[in-house]
């Protein structure tokens, strides 16, 4: 892989930093990212080298240029940690990956992860998802438990991407969720885009703005002042359920981020389950469901709240 250079034109009309200017061009980057790059030398104005983060870009048309190293390869050695497996074959693993595990390394986690385990279980092909991403077709958060997909071939990473990207993948949740929702049932359309006041947050973008992003729910219980929530995402876009549930004033019980600071329930994670996966595998036409229960912590919530209500 070779780096990538990206030219911008300063057309604000009002003064900006240029590392504040920089991440609004690049939402997949951080500010931290883009601080480091500039420090390293990589972004030039008007072709000088600009090493200042806050260096304040005050002059229309300005031509800003960043360069982007490839990623480092991460040197990925299997790890024998235990997973549970809810279906295999040649072409696909389905893990019912617990809470409290990321996907694949990154900054910060470069060993313990699905990649890691899923090595430790099996082969990848190289290029399969890229050096640090093998097999790896679509993410749940952190600290959201269920229903993952895992390619193990080239053919098969392309036809579930594919599966993914026409949106033929059905996908369901449970939620327990602080607050009632404004009703029983609904959907929320609302689109989101990176938060511009915190990068590492997603939020829900003014008209205009963002990507499309549809998300139903279906109350199953009241419980208290709570809500025990199924749902089913028709986008699947960062933090998506997490963002939208907030918006109507219900959000994931445990979810520090986009709910309360101090969490209404204990629990060391947030409230949320990928209950179920339907889709076709490679070479078939018919739709496949692969489903996992709530773990066992969930669920004890969930028991001792609707004893509770009796």
């Not at 991440?23 to 972004?43: D, N």
């Not at 090595?119 to 290029?127: A, E, N, R, V």
């Not at 003014?206 to 002042?225: D, N, R, S």
């Not at 933090?239 to 209404?264: M, N």
């Amino acid at each position: 892989m070779k780096s990538v250079t990206y030219t911008f034109v300063f057309l604000n009309d009002s003064p900006d930093r240029l590392d504040r200017f920089l991440t609004m061009q690049l939402p997949s980057k951080t500010r931290s990212q883009i601080q480091r790059l500039i420090k390293e030398g990589r972004v030039l104005v008007d072709n000088l080298v600009i090493t200042k983060t806050g260096y304040s870009l005050e002059k229309k048309g300005i031509s800003i240029e960043i360069t982007i190293p490839p990623p480092t390869p991460l040197d990925l050695q299997p790890e024998k940690i235990p997973l549970d497996i809810l279906f295999e074959d040649n072409d696909v693993m389905v893990i019912n990956k617990p809470a409290g595990m990321v996907m694949h390394p990154a900054v910060g986690h470069s060993t313990g992860t699905l990649v890691h385990a899923a090595l430790g279980h099996t082969s990848f092909p190289d290029g399969i998802g890229g050096k640090m991403r093998p097999g790896i077709v679509h993410r749940l958060d952190k600290n959201t438990s269920g229903v993952v997909i895992l390619a193990k071939n080239e053919k098969a990473h392309f036809w579930l991407q594919e599966q993914f990207k026409s949106r033929k993948v059905q996908k369901y949740y449970l939620a327990l969720v602080d607050k009632h929702p404004p009703t029983e049932s609904g959907k929320i359309v609302a689109p989101i885009y990176r938060d511009r006041t915190n990068r590492k947050k997603m939020a829900v973008a003014p008209k205009g703005e963002g990507k499309v992003a549809v998300t139903i729910y279906h109350t199953l219980l009241k419980l208290g002042q709570y809500s025990f929530l199924e749902i089913q995402i028709l986008t699947g876009r960062t933090h998506q359920i997490r963002v939208h549930l907030s918006s109507i004033g219900s959000p994931v019980t445990g979810d520090t981020i986009y709910g309360y600071s101090t969490p209404t329930i204990v629990l060391g994670r947030h409230f949320l389950h990928a209950k179920r996966l339907e889709i076709q595998l490679p070479g078939q036409q018919t739709l496949r469901s692969f489903e996992a229960g709530l773990p066992a912590g969930l669920q004890n919530i969930i028991d001792e709240l609707k004893a509770k209500e009796k």
